[in-house]
């Protein structure tokens, strides 16, 4: 089984500052990797995902996230955040038929 | 407009009574899945279904039910709503089994048990 950490639960930023929300897993076998965001009483959608090839994948408002297989990590990035970015996080992973989700990193950005 | 759609959206009920949360999709997927969101603990599977008549349970099954009678309806049975199943609940839905699909979530369904 596979199982997920988000190091940070809340992350506060300031409008065009970078940010960088951390996301750890393990798994026996190979993975698939997602991060999904969830606006304020909305349900998630899809940010980006790593499914194999380069290992940076980005998203079409400006995120991006590196596949480690060494570290096993795939941290999010902006390298500057506007106030609509304001939202929950949620890294996720695959193997197999089998996904789960980290905990969420609530990302708040001040202006 | 591909979706996935819930009912209802808000609910607040008490102890012991039956009640049902419906999730339909129009995208023809064959897995569906139910999620609870509770803080600090992210997503956690409650029970998922490879197709029709075909379902499982996820991490967190005690006290739900599911049934999957037709390909775009998976509702979600609670038979016995106690305080402890109150949560935000996602349902989820993705084309295919052994490919690697991204899931489509509905809008979720807030629910309180008092």
């Known amino acids: 089984a596979q199982s997920v950490t988000q190091l940070d639960s809340q992350v506060p930023v300031f409008e065009e500052a970078p940010v960088e929300l951390r996301c750890n897993y393990s798994?026996?076998?190979?993975?698939?990797l997602f991060w999904y965001v969830q606006y304020p009483n909305q349900g998630l959608q899809l940010l980006l995902k790593?499914?194999?090839?380069?290992?940076l994948v980005e998203s079409i408002n400006g995120f991006e996230a590196e596949f480690n297989k060494s570290q096993t990590s795939f941290h999010l990035r902006k390298p500057s955040v506007h106030i609509s970015d304001t939202a929950e996080y949620f890294c996720?992973?695959?193997?197999?038929?089998?996904?789960?989700f980290g905990a969420g990193t609530r990302l708040t950005v001040k202006p | 407009e591909a979706q996935v759609t819930q009912n209802p959206r808000y609910l607040i009920t008490v102890t012991g009574k039956k009640l049902t949360v419906t999730c339909s999709q129009n995208?023809?997927?064959?897995?569906m899945s139910w999620y609870r969101q509770d803080p600090g603990l992210g997503l956690r599977q409650i029970y998922y279904?490879?197709?029709?008549?075909?379902?499982d349970k996820g991490d967190v099954p005690e006290g739900y039910k599911v049934s999957r009678k037709e390909k775009r309806n998976f509702p979600l049975i609670l038979e016995s709503p106690s305080p402890n199943q109150t949560s935000l609940y996602f349902c989820?839905?993705?084309?295919?089994?052994?490919?690697?699909?991204?899931?489509?979530f509905g809008p979720g369904t807030r629910l309180t048990v008092t």
């Open positions: 790593y499914l194999s090839g380069s290992t």
């Open positions: 996720a992973v695959r193997g197999g038929n089998d996904m789960r």
């Open positions: 798994s026996s076998v190979s993975v698939y």
């Open positions: 279904s490879m197709n029709v008549e075909v379902t």
């Open positions: 989820a839905s993705r084309e295919g089994t052994n490919r690697v699909y991204e899931q489509y």
């Open positions: 995208m023809n997927h064959e897995y």
